[in-house]
């Protein structure tokens, strides 16, 4: 199905792995983002910002949730607009004030996120001003319990962030950690039906137009996990691997294994979930697993191919 075309003004800056998408509103009288991708690739997200906006600052920047890839470029951001004002999704936000780089799962996962700042959080339940249009706030547990997706109602257009991907949607954290929310997921899924959107822009991919078809694929990706939680797990962890390997892109096995052995949420899994086998040896197989699916090669060295 071809993709509604988005109103003028609105601009999808489609980004690679590591960040996730931004979105650049400026067909109002303030300019407004919707998340900034991940720190390694701030230098680029300046300059897709300035290639849009030009001498015009960048007013409002706006996180459907504080993952390392949607705010990593959030501190450079505040760097080049020094008056532009930061809205986060509320869970988090003493964590940030504090900066708490645990508590926000940076450190735990072996991820980096500049200290930011924030002026406001995101009220789901609210309206807000996206350019010359008004979007809804909309709660969206799962992925992350704190998470946003945002809806504009004339258009039926749904920034999803990670609750819903062309593919499926993104690795449910809380179950890693012993709490249960694929229920979450559920609930989240059956939301956004309810909202039924016409166009759909992810926060990882193209953007996409909304079928039935895209929830059930969803809908069986979640009802895989529930049937069996280790295979969600096993995705996770890989995914964390895989994370990290397109940010070094090359690295010794050695090195890359020992980074990986002293990473909490390693630990945790490994802990939690495969506790009767070593980790060295669990590590070493989730890499060869990759290593299989075309993720990397191994040759005495990993090298990612992203």
Same mark, same amino acid.
Request: charged share 15%; glycine share 6%; net charge negative.
């Given at each position: 199905?071809?993709?509604?075309?988005?109103?003028?003004?609105?601009?999808?800056?489609?980004?690679?792995?590591?960040?996730?998408?931004?979105?650049?509103?400026?067909?109002?009288?303030?300019?407004?983002?919707?998340?900034?991708?991940?720190?390694?690739?701030?230098?680029?997200?300046?300059?897709?910002?300035?290639?849009?906006?030009?001498?015009?600052?960048?007013?409002?920047?706006?996180?459907?949730?504080?993952?390392?890839?949607?705010?990593?470029?959030?501190?450079?951001?505040?760097?080049?607009?020094?008056?532009?004002?930061? $809205?986060?999704?509320?869970?988090?936000?003493?964590?940030?004030?504090?900066?708490?780089?645990?508590?926000?799962?940076?450190?735990?996962?072996?991820?980096?996120?500049?200290?930011?700042?924030?002026?406001?959080? $995101?009220?789901?339940?609210?309206? $807000?001003?996206?350019?010359?249009?008004?979007?809804?706030?909309?709660?969206?547990?799962?992925?992350?319990?704190?998470?946003?997706?945002?809806?504009?109602?004339?258009?039926?257009?749904?920034?999803?962030?990670?609750?819903?991907?062309?593919?499926?949607?993104?690795?449910?954290?809380?179950?890693?950690?012993?709490?249960?929310?694929?229920?979450?997921?559920?609930?989240?899924?059956?939301?956004?039906?309810?909202?039924?959107?016409?166009?759909?822009?992810?926060?990882?991919?193209?953007?996409?137009?909304?079928?039935?078809?895209?929830?059930?694929?969803?809908?069986?990706?979640?009802?895989?996990?529930?049937?069996?939680?280790?295979?969600?797990?096993?995705?996770?962890?890989?995914?964390?691997?895989?994370?990290?390997?397109?940010?070094?892109?090359?690295?010794?096995?050695?090195?890359?294994?020992?980074?990986?052995?002293?990473?909490?949420?390693?630990?945790?899994?490994?802990?939690?979930?495969?506790?009767?086998?070593?980790?060295?040896?669990?590590?070493?197989?989730?890499?060869?697993? $990759?290593?299989?699916?075309?993720?990397?090669?191994?040759?005495?060295?990993?090298?990612?191919?992203?």
């Amino acid at each position: 199905m071809s993709v509604p075309p988005l109103p003028a003004g609105v601009h999808v800056f489609e980004r690679g792995w590591l960040s996730a998408n931004s979105i650049l509103f400026t067909d109002g009288d303030q300019s407004l983002m919707v998340d900034s991708g991940y720190c390694t690739h701030a230098a680029q997200t300046l300059s897709l910002v300035e290639s849009v906006l030009e001498s015009r600052p960048l007013d409002i920047l706006v996180n459907t949730h504080l993952h390392s890839d949607h705010c990593g470029g959030n501190a450079a951001l505040q760097g080049r607009y020094p008056a532009m004002q930061t $809205l986060i999704p509320p869970g988090q936000a003493a964590h940030v004030a504090d900066w708490d780089p645990v508590a926000l799962t940076y450190s735990p996962t072996g991820q980096f996120c500049p200290r930011f700042s924030f002026d406001k959080t $995101l009220q789901p339940g609210t309206r $807000l001003q996206f350019g010359s249009s008004m979007w809804e706030v909309h709660a969206a547990a799962g992925h992350d319990p704190h998470s946003l997706v945002f809806f504009e109602p004339r258009n039926r257009i749904l920034i999803s962030a990670d609750a819903l991907w062309e593919n499926g949607f993104g690795v449910v954290f809380p179950e890693l950690e012993g709490e249960s929310a694929f229920s979450e997921v559920a609930a989240t899924l059956d939301m956004i039906e309810r909202l039924a959107p016409t166009t759909v822009i992810p926060g990882h991919g193209r953007v996409f137009a909304y079928t039935p078809e895209v929830l059930a694929t969803a809908r069986q990706r979640l009802n895989a996990f529930v049937k069996n939680p280790l295979r969600h797990v096993q995705h996770a962890a890989k995914v964390l691997l895989k994370f990290k390997l397109l940010e070094v892109q090359r690295q010794p096995f050695d090195d890359f294994s020992k980074w990986a052995l002293a990473t909490p949420y390693f630990v945790l899994i490994q802990q939690r979930f495969f506790a009767d086998m070593p980790a060295p040896a669990w590590i070493a197989q989730l890499c060869d697993e $990759l290593v299989k699916a075309g993720a990397a090669e191994r040759d005495g060295i990993y090298i990612c191919n992203a």
